[in-house]
Antibody
Framework: QVQLQESGPGLVKPSQTLSLTCTVS??????????WTWIRQHPGKGLEWIGY???????FYNPSLKSRVTISVDTSKNHFSLKLSSVTAADTAVYYC?????????????????WGPGTLVTVSS | SSELTQDPAVSVALGQTVRITCQGD??????ASWYQQKPGQAPVLVIY???NRPSGIPDRFSGSTSGNTASLTIAGAQAEDEADYYC????????????FGGGTKLTVL
């Protein structure tokens, strides 16, 4: 059974860089066809896709966040990471990591089958 | 367009059937996936692809698509189905971007 777990600071100061890690267990992060994804949810609001990194290393980001986001993978630790720079209070949210098997699913099928429990990150001085 | 549009709120009487819809141009190209989220919990995948349910999801949940509209149907809604529901698909730009609908709050009366 695949499990994902987010970790990182729960409090980040404005203008600093938010850094989170998602550790994957029960499967290899190098497995062909998976998109390793970050999603966030502002308090009381809907889900927002941040971006993902494909197993090949290609990255894709939400255009609204692209200038501040970096997603990377560490295959030796079986985890992937999110860095969001120049944060403001508007980046306060619950951050989720998730897996999308779109690269090996049927044509036109993309979905997030496994999610981490989420971690609340507050941006405040 | 990269937007998916959902009704903010829908209600259903206990045991009745309810349909939650999601509209967007990308749904002409990609299937929607649907997620159930209860307060304080991570979203859970309930429908993906043409009409597929992950293991453990009751068969009262089903999905369909017609044109630019995807639908999640709950046949015989139960009290435990009260939750927020989100649709998601790839963006129709072909740039491998992903987009969520704004979510629908389902109330079971």
């Amino acid at each position: 059974q695949v499990q994902l777990q987010e970790s990182g600071p729960g409090l980040v100061k404005p203008s600093q860089t938010l850094s989170l890690t998602c550790t994957v267990s029960g499967g290899s992060i190098s497995s062909v066809g998976y998109y390793w994804t970050w999603i966030r949810q502002h308090p009381g609001k809907g889900l927002e896709w941040i971006g993902y990194i494909y197993y090949s290393g290609s990255t894709f980001y939400n255009p609204s966040l692209k200038s501040r986001v970096t997603i990377s993978v560490d295959t030796s630790k079986n985890h992937f990471s999110l860095k969001l720079s120049s944060v403001t209070a508007a980046d306060t949210a619950v951050y989720y990591c998730a897996r999308d098997p779109g690269g090996i699913a049927a044509a036109g099928e993309y979905y997030f089958d496994y999610w981490g429990p989420g971690t609340l990150v507050t941006v405040s001085s | 367009s990269s937007e998916l549009t959902q009704d903010p709120a829908v209600s259903v009487a206990l045991g009745q059937t309810v349909r939650i819809t999601c509209q967007g141009d990308s749904l002409r190209t990609y299937y929607a996936s649907w997620y159930q989220q209860k307060p304080g919990q991570a979203p859970v995948l309930v429908i993906y692809g043409k009409n597929n349910r992950p293991s453990g999801i009751p068969d009262r949940f089903s999905g369909s698509t017609s044109g630019n509209t995807a639908s999640l149907t709950i046949a015989g809604a139960q009290a435990e189905d009260e939750a927020d529901y989100y649709c998601n698909s790839r963006d129709s730009s072909g740039n491998h971007l992903s987009v969520f609908g704004g979510g629908t709050k389902l109330t079971v009366l």
